[in-house]
């Protein structure tokens, strides 16, 4: 294995109007594992111990039904004898993988991982040289991977020569093609359909780098200088945790058509959302609350409100969340928090609210 410093200078940008620069601190990122801030926008994610394991993620998933493109500058060290590397890694959930050969990615499933190795495992089928593949579900053997793998620099098998390297990742969704270049030159260009296939039609995922050390080491760093990406725009960080807390959660995308009691296809994908995050509270029980603005009769706003809560409800135990963990009510007009004498107003009030509770019986 070969010991070297890595720093990441990374500079992503989405080439879609989506895309907005997003402005951040070393705050707006979860560390786990041995990864900690090294003062400013800096995190080492290994220092130069064995069995060390880190990674870091941005705190709120991004969307890849939008195109991203992102820079970096890699610097892999000097000596050829350190170890495990760093992986680019894509993962419904905020959590680190393997340590070791497993370089934070190891055993995440689902996941999708630009592997960057530059130790030989010869039990994985490592190629002799530095390279680059394109992993899926937490696998670094490479007779699964999604790409063979290939040299990082087609001239020299060896790339840690104390000096930087330009890399970049670029991701078409209409094409489901993902691009990997190394010092400008493309060299991983593989059409995968990271949504569909990878990720089960979920299209919400996290973003971050993984690294490890095992019986070599080396330390790992990671600097970030600028991002520009689609976000979710639903369930973010704060989110979650005022849900933890158990605070209201007002659905965002819940539009039911004017009378009607049928879940809108535009609301699932925030449902979804939502169960996935719950599915990691198996202790926790949901708590739905339906209201209506204040048109029509209170009687019919009752009822409106009950079964369109019913629906969630439905809908909820149809992708898994036990009935036992499922309290739903509706409450009409009662309750508004704005005026109904504005359409404004009344949209505000005909909303759905989740809360998350543990329930003792």
Not at 110 to 118: K, N, Q, R, W
Not at 132 to 149: E, I, K, N, Q, Y
Not at 284 to 312: A, W, Y
């Amino acid at each position: 294995m070969k010991y070297f410093a890595t720093l990441l200078i990374i500079s992503l940008s989405l080439q879609s109007i989506d895309a907005q620069e997003v402005k951040f601190n070393i705050r707006d990122f979860v560390l786990t594992g041995t990864a900690a801030s090294a003062g400013g926008e800096g995190v080492v994610l290994t220092e130069n111990q064995f069995w060390q394991g880190g990674a870091m993620w941005y705190k709120d998933d991004i969307d890849l039904t939008k195109p991203f493109n992102m820079e970096m500058e890699i610097y892999f060290g000097c000596s050829d004898a350190g170890a495990d590397g760093i992986v680019f890694i894509l993962h419904p959930e905020l959590s680190t993988g393997f340590r070791g050969e497993g370089m934070g990615f190891g055993g995440l499933y689902p996941s999708f991982g630009v592997e960057m190795d530059t130790y030989e495992n010869f039990h994985l089928s490592d190629p002799y040289f530095d390279h680059v593949a394109l992993m899926a579900h937490g696998s670094l053997r490479h007779p699964f991977g999604l790409t063979d793998p290939v040299a990082l620099d087609p001239n020299r098998k060896n790339i840690e020569d104390c000096d930087y390297h330009k890399v970049s990742v670029d991701w078409t969704p209409s094409s489901n093609i993902f691009r990997f270049y190394f010092d400008r030159k493309l060299r991983v260009e593989e059409k995968v359909d990271l949504v569909g296939d990878l990720f089960d039609g979920n299209p919400f995922v996290y973003w971050g780098f993984g690294s490890a050390t095992g019986g070599k080491r080396n330390k790992h760093m990671v600097k970030l200088e600028k991002l520009e990406f689609t976000e979710n725009v639903t369930l973010k960080f704060k989110d979650k945790e005022a849900l933890l807390k158990g605070d209201a959660y007002t659905l965002r995308k819940l539009e039911f058509a004017s009378g009607s009691t049928r879940l809108p296809e535009s609301a699932k994908p925030e449902l979804d959302k939502l169960i996935q995050f719950f599915k990691q509270f198996p202790g926790h029980s949901i708590i739905l609350d339906g209201f209506t603005d204040s048109s029509g009769s209170e009687s019919s706003n009752l009822r409106l409100s009950k079964l369109r809560v019913e629906s969630i409800a439905e809908y909820l135990k149809s992708k898994g969340i036990p009935e036992s963990k499922l309290f739903y009510y509706g409450n009409g007009e009662a309750n508004p928090i704005d005026t109904n004498e504005t359409e404004e107003g009344r949209m505000n009030n005909r909303r759905v609210e989740v809360r998350m509770r543990i329930i003792k019986v």
